[in-house]
C-alpha cells in the first residue's frame, strides 16, 4: 500500500486501502476534444499530481479518453520520481473509442472484447506501468457488446493479473446487478454532489448491499461547488467548453445551484475550511462512498479540497446543508445521509 499519513478506507472487496480524496486526471488532458475542457499547461498538471501525492493522496482516477490519451501520459511523467513502492494507486478506464483523423468527434462507447484489450494494452503503454490497480468499463456500451462480454472481458483481465481490480462507472442498478451476477464487482464510480444526489437513492445502496466500493466523480459538480462561478463567469467560459450548455449551468437550473453555492459558502466559513473542501466532505459523509475524485489544474487547486481528507461533517452540519439543498431547490435526490 502506497504510504500514507492520511484517514484511508477499504476499497470494499479489495485489499486496498484509500484516501478519502483521490487526485482527478480528467482537466490535466487539456482541450482539444469532444469532452475537453480549457487548454491546460502539463507543467501545472505534474506540479498539481506531485503536490497531492507529497501530501498524502494515495490514488490517482484517469481514462484513456481524457486528452485521448494525453491524461494518461502526463500522469506516467507526473509520477516517474516515484519508486513503485512510493507511487499512488493509478486507475483508469476504457470503453470510449475515439478517431485519431477527427479529434472533435464524440468517441463512441465500445464494449467489444476485442477493443477492450486494445485499449488496455495501450493504457498500460501510456502509463508505463506492467499492472493497472483499478480498470472500469467508463459507460455502457452502445455497440452490440452486452454486459456478458464487456464484463466479462474486464473480469479476466484480473484473473490474468493485468489488474488488480475491476469496476464500473455511471452503471444502473440493473446493470451492476447482472454484472455481479457473473462476477464480483469491486467498485462503481458514479457522479454524486449536493447537486446530483440520485446515486444515494439507489446505487449507493446496491453498493452497500454487495461490498462494492463506491468512488465518487464531479463532488464540486464541475467546479458549481468551490465559490468561483457566477453568471458572468459562465457567461464568460470558452466557446469550447462543454459547461456553455450543460442543463447545470443554464437558466433556472443555474440560478439555483449558485443559490446553493452561498449558502455552502456560509457553512464552511462557519466551520473554517475551503469550501471545495466542505462540498468534498459532504459526499464522504454517505454511507457506502469509499473516496471522492477531485481534480486540479495546480498545486493551489489541490489546496482548496485536501482538507477533505481529514474533514468529518458533524450532524449539525449535515442539517444545515440539508436546509440549504431545500431552500435552494438545487438538484435531485436524497438531501441528507
Known amino acids: 500500500m502506497p504510504r500514507t499519513d492520511l484517514p484511508t478506507n477499504r476499497l470494499d472487496g479489495t ?15 487539456g482541450a482539444g476534444y469532444a469532452f475537453g475542457r480549457r487548454a491546460q499547461d502539463d507543467a501545472d498538471s505534474i506540479a498539481a499530481v506531485r503536490y497531492a501525492v507529497e501530501h498524502g493522496v494515495n490514488w490517482i482516477d484517469t481514462a484513456a479518453v481524457y486528452g485521448l490519451g494525453h491524461s494518461e501520459e502526463v500522469v506516467r511523467e507526473a509520477l516517474a520520481p516515484y519508486s513503485e513502492e512510493e507511487r499512488p494507486y493509478v486507475f483508469t478506464k476504457g470503453g470510449l473509442v475515439w478517431d485519431d483523423d477527427d479529434r472533435s468527434a464524440t468517441p463512441r462507447r465500445v464494449g467489444a472484447a476485442a ?25 455502457p456500451p452502445n455497440d452490440q457488446a452486452g454486459i456478458e462480454e464487456y464484463w466479462g472481458q474486464l ?17 444502473a442498478v440493473a446493470q451492476l446487478a447482472e454484472a455481479e451476477s457473473l462476477g464480483h464487482v469491486d467498485s462503481l ?11 444515494a437513492s439507489s446505487e449507493l445502496g446496491w453498493a452497500v448491499a454487495n461490498d462494492t466500493g463506491v468512488i465518487v466523480y ?13 453568471r458572468k463567469r459562465v457567461a464568460a467560459l470558452p466557446a469550447d467548453d462543454w459547461r456553455r450548455t450543460d442543463p447545470d449551468f ?3 437550473a443555474l440560478d439555483r445551484n449558485l443559490d446553493l453555492a452561498r449558502r455552502t459558502a456560509y457553512l464552511a466559513h462557519r466551520r473554517g475550511v475551503p469550501m471545495p473542501a466542505l462540498a468534498v466532505a459532504w459526499t464522504l459523509a454517505w454511507p457506502g462512498v469509499t473516496g471522492a475524485i477531485v481534480g486540479a489544474r495546480n498545486p493551489d487547486q489541490v489546496l482548496g479540497w485536501l482538507p477533505a481528507a481529514e474533514l468529518t461533517l458533524t450532524a449539525e452540519d449535515l442539517d444545515e446543508m440539508a436546509e440549504a439543498i431545500e431552500r435552494s431547490g438545487a438538484g435531485s435526490g436524497p438531501t441528507r445521509p
Open 115 to 139: 477493443s477492450l484489450r486494445r485499449e488496455l494494452d495501450a493504457s498500460l503503454r501510456r502509463l508505463g506501468v506492467e499492472r493497472i490497480d483499478l480498470y472500469q468499463m467508463h459507460w
Open 15 to 29: 485489499d486496498m486501502y484509500l484516501t478519502r480524496v483521490g487526485f482527478g486526471a480528467w482537466a490535466v488532458g
Open 218 to 230: 464531479s463532488p464540486m459538480q464541475s467546479g458549481l461547488l468551490t465559490g468561483a462561478f457566477s
Open 155 to 171: 473480469l479476466e483481465f484480473r484473473k490474468a493479473g493485468k489488474v488488480r481490480a475491476v469496476g464500473l462507472s455511471n452503471h
Open 250 to 252: 443554464v437558466g433556472a
Open 189 to 199: 464510480q458514479p457522479p454524486f454532489s449536493a447537486i446530483d444526489r440520485d446515486a
